[in-house]
Nanobody
């Protein structure tokens, strides 16, 4: 089992930027795909971005494409989500997740086996 701890959330004005970090421990980080999801008040948790184990492939939800960038630093066991041009509708709790199976990249929630506690991102007007 892998432990995930997110950080970097906060309050930001619309149009601003934030970078989320997710530190992993307890399992070989470099062979598992990672993902970011978010859940807004009253809504279902949704996919935001995913990255392959080696960082060579990335996937994004249409709503964040061109504004968010997922990346990873395997020696540091950390995955990042750079969020630019933030919009009011990006307000949510953001969760980091680790894939269930090695050497695969996932976008469906069911394919992620470990989740962080979440970090709040609030975008104000």
């Amino acid at each position: 089992q892998v432990q995930l701890v997110e950080s970097g959330g906060g309050l930001v004005q619309a149009g601003g930027s934030l970078r989320l970090s997710c530190a992993a421990s307890g399992r070989t980080f470099s062979i598992y795909g990672m993902g970011w999801f978010r859940q807004a008040p009253g809504k279902e948790r949704e996919f935001v971005a995913a990255i392959s184990w080696d960082g060579g492939s990335t996937y994004y939800a249409d709503s964040v494409k061109g504004r968010f960038t997922i990346s990873r630093d395997n020696p540091k066991n950390t995955v990042y989500l750079q969020m630019n041009s933030l919009k009011l509708e990006d307000t949510a709790v953001y969760y980091c997740a680790a894939g269930l199976r090695p050497f695969q990249v996932h976008t469906a929630q069911a394919d992620f086996g470990s989740w962080g506690q979440g970090t709040q991102v609030t975008v104000s007007s």
